[in-house]
């Protein structure tokens, strides 16, 4: 999704938005307010069946959506969220840097 799209679905109680960036990068930059972090090296885990993503997105049927710093990582989660069934998972398009572009929210 577009980050302009993105800024009206955040906040909504069935999206979950994932921030699968390093703690580094999130001290750097800031997040997105009320995202959650999954970072990247665990979202194998975290997107198959029993994993918490998984389980969040099936218990609750959020929709998740997420984000990194470009883009590259998110859209890379997505197709392993949809190979593990999560057929709804986006991500935002151009990441945090399109994000910040777009005037979205950040938390420090």
Same mark, same amino acid.
Not at 30 to 51: C, E, K, N, Q
């Given at each position: 999704?577009?980050?302009?799209?993105?800024? !009206?679905?955040?906040?909504?109680?069935? #999206?979950? $938005?994932?921030? $699968?960036?390093?703690?580094?990068?999130?001290?750097?930059?800031?997040?997105?307010?009320?995202?959650?972090? !999954?970072?990247?090296?665990?979202?194998?885990?975290? #997107?198959?069946?029993?994993?918490?993503?998984?389980?969040?997105?099936?218990? !609750?049927?959020?929709?998740? #959506?997420?984000?990194?710093?470009? +883009?590259?990582?998110?859209?890379?989660? #997505?197709?392993?969220?949809?190979?593990? +069934?999560? !057929?709804?998972?986006?991500?935002?398009?151009? +990441?945090?840097?399109?994000?910040?572009?777009?005037? +979205?929210?950040?938390?420090?």
């Amino acid at each position: 999704i577009s980050a302009q799209e993105a800024q !009206t679905v955040i906040g909504r109680p069935e #999206v979950a $938005l994932i921030d $699968l960036r390093e703690p580094r990068e999130r001290a750097k930059h800031g997040v997105i307010p009320g995202s959650l972090r !999954t970072p990247y090296a665990d979202l194998s885990a975290s #997107v198959r069946p029993g994993g918490m993503l998984n389980e969040l997105a099936r218990a !609750t049927g959020k929709r998740i #959506v997420f984000y990194c710093a470009f +883009g590259k990582r998110s859209a890379m989660a #997505v197709q392993a969220a949809q190979d593990a +069934g999560l !057929t709804s998972a986006r991500h935002i398009q151009g +990441g945090l840097d399109a994000w910040s572009k777009a005037g +979205g929210a950040l938390e420090r």
